[in-house]
């Protein structure tokens, strides 16, 4: 095996590298202001931790390019097996969504730690910076490389089921009122899904052994030749 090929089979320890650096990231930044925080409590809280929140920008920015990484191993793994190019072309638009979201927010803290603290910018309009910064959505990027995942754990066994399932239930609920709680499932699930792609290459999965669904009116089937 060429070196190139051994460097290659640890990229999916990107994922334990993004779950790491995103806790470090948010550990940096520490307790953050709520959205409806008042200007004086943010002229303050940027004026004794501006260092801090624009390190955890740092931190959340370099995140995001082992998560694009991660899904880049995702999106190989999957497109290895005999499942429909969708899953694996899924997989990959999901990463680059998630990775480019995730880089968003990390500017957002970053450009808040170096502007928050200066004498010259007014207290309403760092609370401005502070509400575009800080007010969350749903990280669409996530949840579909979450669905590529487990459909390809599910109907193509390009990963473990006990991996495959945890996704699909954390795609669900991250697009509920409970989505704090799956990102938080989704550090887990990307260190340990990084692990095992190591441990068990793409080589080693077993292809898909189901025969195809027969194509309806046409249209193509799950799986492909």
Do not use: C
């Amino acid at each position: 095996m060429s070196n190139s090929n051994r460097l290659a089979r640890l990229v999916p320890l990107a994922g334990v590298a993004f779950a790491g650096l995103t806790v470090a990231g948010y550990l940096a930044i520490g307790p953050f202001p709520d959205t409806d925080a008042s200007t004086s409590k943010l002229t303050s809280f940027y004026a004794a931790n501006h260092g801090r929140v624009a390190a955890g920008g740092l931190l959340l920015g370099l995140a995001a390019i082992f998560l694009a990484l991660f899904g880049t191993a995702v999106w190989a793994r999957i497109r290895a097996t005999d499942l429909h190019p969708v899953v694996a072309g899924a997989a990959l638009v999901g990463a680059a969504m998630a990775a480019m979201s995730w880089l968003d927010g990390a500017g957002a803290y970053a450009i808040l730690g170096k502007v928050g603290h200066q004498q010259g910018l007014s207290p309403a309009a760092l609370q401005a910076v502070h509400i575009s910064g800080s007010a969350g959505g749903i990280d669409g990027g996530t949840v579909i490389l979450l669905l590529a995942a487990a459909t390809a754990g599910i109907a193509g066994r390009a990963f473990p089921r006990w991996l495959a399932w945890p996704a699909l239930a954390l795609a669900i609920l991250y697009v509920t009122p409970f989505g704090f709680f799956a990102s938080l499932g989704v550090l887990l699930w990307t260190a340990v899904t990084g692990i095992v792609m190591v441990m068990r290459p793409a080589d080693g999965v077993p292809a898909t052994t189901e025969a195809a669904a027969p194509a309806v009116f046409g249209g193509p089937a799950l799986t492909s030749r």
